[in-house]
């Protein structure tokens, strides 16, 4: 795609800490003009998708509606992945980005996720009720949801995606096979986004996505994007040819 996009934060660690742990929650939901400036479209769509609960905040959705809308405009066709969706925060942002004859795959391990670090897991009855809430006009048939763990996760040798959302289990060994799986159904010129990288809470993430780029000389990092109120970055992968 040929651009590269990096935030550079100069303030000292702790001042990041502190504000990270004392307003996160008031980032994630926040849209008041002290903290964003005039009102937007992505703030209006980000006003709709903060009633759904998770961790996606405004600049994700910044971030992902502009990558997407850029792949559409260039041309590039094809279908959208997210692994580990929690309420379907982020997966219905990336469900409005739909392009006609395109789905979007959500895998999720549901009630059965055995790390049980989240007391309010989802169904997927609440899962898709909360992207249809957002997306009223979208045909079930454009979402195609797969209740298992990733590493259980099937994909025919047909499915290609030109977008990914990687948020799944955050060990460097999952994070890793969930990025061998998703390299091999990358279109050309897709993107790959890897949540929670060098997250000090999650260090695996960074360990897995490092020895995964070490390997995969056909990737480059397109962005390396900080988060307002958020300890983790996220990681931007895009598939060289």
Sequence with gaps: MGFFLKKTVIEPEHKISLAAQGN???LRESTSFADIG????????????KKIPGWFNLDDCEHFYLLLAYQSILGIKGDLLEIGSYHGRSASLMASCLQPKEIIVICDAFEANIDGIYENKPTQTILLS????????LDDNKIIIKACLSSNLQLDQDNLFRFIHIDGGHSAEQVYLDLKLCSEHILSKGIIVIDDYNNKQWPGVAVGTDKFMAENKNFSILADMNRHGALGRKLYLTKNH
Excluded at 41 to 46: Q, S
Excluded at 130 to 137: D, G, H, L, R, V
């Design 24 to 26: 996160s929650v008031h």
């Design 38 to 49: 005039e009102k937007g479209p992505i703030v209006e769509i980000f006003e709709n998708i």
């Design 130 to 137: 909360n992207i249809k809430q957002i997306n009223p006009n």
